[in-house]
């Protein structure tokens, strides 16, 4: 029935039936509201150019069918320009499955300097972390889907010079080799959304880069809910370090595999810029490209409900516009305001509560919580 009850996605991510303590999956494929095959194709023109502002709100509604998500994370992602021809994105997509090969194979020989030591060092860990995401998952029974999450992390390692690999990364490439079955194509995917998340995980010797987004969310909660902050901060967290794994693997624990994923289209398209493809091509072409784009106007159609609010209301900081992910903790942490408050005695009692919330989160209500308090902070910020 049009807008009923919806169709279980769990079938699309078989859990092996022995796994019985996997958090039940709460997103549905909802016909008129998830955005079904025929609704993404009929989303093109004819040459191929993408109407991505109908395609955002289809997906806010009800999230993308498992069939296409892949393809649709692609252009939320900015691996494709929605203005960009059928001919163009093949043109790109094989241009980059080369580079994809070359790097591969870069790292398979060479003389062991300084560089590849290092890698080599890194290897040991991506070894282990791999072995241990989302074993739940009839997938990962494959040696090969290992081998495929093995190898994109040891490229990523090779050409991110000043990050490389660390913990976290292998949950955030794991969804990517599901959905996209072409292992360079899942390898760009991943490298996009690592240009997003890197910052999280770059380091010094005094820190982390996900504390500065720590510090936001302090600042946050001290606006939207003063007292939650006040007790917290009494607890000995006032410094929401109990909240780093939220931000470093995008709430990958605290949902399940299904709906973490419907949570990361959703915020993806709240945030969506369609600048996002040229920003990032002008950044592997050099500071020319990059200066062609300054003063370049963008169609407010195109974005995402979240970057419309930046844009309206200048919420942007030195570094950029927060990602919405430091909303969305705020949102969780609103919402479990009142438990917190009456319950938490300690550090440790905040901890617990926040896991025992996982697979007992609604993505949506999340993601719309998040907006409201975005916007609440906006306005009280500005007085």
Known sequence: MWGGVGEPADSYYQVRPECTD??????????GKTL?????????????????????????????????????????????????????????????????ASWKELTSRGPLDKKIIQWLLTLHQIGLDVNRTDRTLVFYEKKENLSKLWDILSVYAWIDNDVGYCQGMSDLCSPMIIL????????????RLMRRLRGNFRSTGRSVGVEAQLTHLSSITQVVDPKLHQHLDKLGGGD?????????????????????????????ALEYDPDLFDVYEAHQCGSERAEGLKGKTKSI??????????????????????????????????????????????????????????????????????IKIHKKYLRKAKK
């Not at 709100?57 to 649709?72: A, F, L, M, N, W």
């Not at 929605?82 to 980059?96: D, I, K, N």
């Not at 595999?257 to 419907?262: K, N, Q, V």
């Open 36 to 100: 079904s095959v025929r609704k993404w194709q009929a989303a093109f023109l004819q040459e191929g150019s993408l109407d991505i502002g109908k395609t955002l709100r289809r997906i806010r509604r009800g999230g993308i069918h498992p069939s296409i998500r892949g393809e649709v994370w692609e252009f939320l992602l900015g691996c494709y320009n929605p203005l960009s021809t059928f001919e163009e994105r093949e043109q790109t997509r094989q241009r980059r499955r080369l580079q994809y």
């Open 240 to 268: 929401y370090l109990f909240a780093i794994r939220m931000l470093m693997v995008q709430f990958r624990r605290e949902f399940s595999f299904c709906d973490s994923l419907y949570l990361w289209e959703m915020m993806w």
């Open 301 to 370: 159609k195109q974005c995402g409900k979240y970057e419309r609010q930046n844009m309206r209301n200048g919420g942007k900081t030195a570094e950029g516009p927060l990602p919405i992910s430091v909303f969305l903790v705020a949102s969780v942490l609103k919402d479990k305001s009142y438990k917190l408050m009456t319950e938490a005695r300690g550090l440790d009692d905040v901890v617990k509560i926040l896991n025992d919330m996982t697979g007992n989160l609604d993505a949506k209500k999340t993601c719309s919580g998040a």
């Open 180 to 191: 996209l079955e072409d292992e360079a194509d899942a390898f760009w995917c991943f490298e």
């Open 22 to 31: 996997v958090p039940k999956t709460r997103f549905k494929i909802k016909p």
